[in-house]
Nanobody
Framework: QVQLVESGGGLVQPGGSLRLSCAAS????????MSWYRQSPGKERDLVAS???????NYADSVKGRFTISRDNAKNTVYLQMNSLKPEDTAVYYC????????????WGQGTQVTVSS
């Protein structure tokens, strides 16, 4: 019943841009911290960006100034705008939802592939 569905990935040249979307359903979206993670082959899954229930945002040092996370609670959707893409940004990008106080609910999407190559 709970679903997080990522979209917007694909192949892009270095210096290009992509916008990822994560559509949520089956839970109260506004009560969850939303995050983007990424994982490359042979490496661990790392946090890219998060937006809290209260609206604060944080980013990994490697993407600061290039990526922007945003959320639209009316559409139950979180976005990741990626600019000035580099080959090292190549990874599967995952959406995560973490519940607030009083709940341990933690949900993950299936991921979307981003490949940066010339």
């Amino acid at each position: 019943q709970v679903q997080l569905v990522e979209s917007g990935g694909g192949l892009v040249q270095p210096g290009g841009s992509l916008r990822l979307s994560c559509a949520a359903s089956g839970f109260t979206f506004s009560g969850y911290r939303m995050s983007w993670y990424r994982q490359s082959p042979g490496k661990e899954r790392d946090l890219v960006a998060s937006t809290s229930i209260g609206g604060s945002r944080n980013y990994a040092d490697s993407v600061k100034g290039r990526f922007t996370i945003s959320r639209d609670n009316a559409k139950n959707t979180v976005y990741l705008q990626m600019n000035s893409l580099k080959p090292e940004d190549t990874a599967v990008y995952y959406c995560r939802a973490e519940a607030g106080l009083g709940s341990r609910n933690d949900y993950w999407g299936q991921g979307t592939q981003v490949t940066v190559s010339s």
